[in-house]
């Protein structure tokens, strides 16, 4: 998986976990959960999509590593590089 794919992936994940969420003009480095305003289940949620379409695993250490749309995509693209 390359890095466009990846970002596809973390938006797809995002879209779910927040639906309605304005993702063309989120940042990359902005931290999702502060910009939109995600609680911890909210947050739980996304991560589980981003496991589940990717088929990579997120553990807790990862938490702020896939806090941005730059932080998940690499995450995935490194991690995941042949999903």
Known sequence: MNTQ?????VKRALS?????????TLPPDAD???VLELDSLDFLNYVQLLSDFSGCRVEEDDYPTVSTLAGGASFLAT???AG
């Not at 794919?5 to 992936?9: D, Q, R, T, Y």
């Open 16 to 24: 779910e976990a927040a639906p309605g969420a304005e993702l063309a």
């Open 5 to 9: 794919e990846a970002a596809e992936l």
């Open 32 to 34: 999702i959960r502060d």
């Open 79 to 81: 991690r995941c590089g």
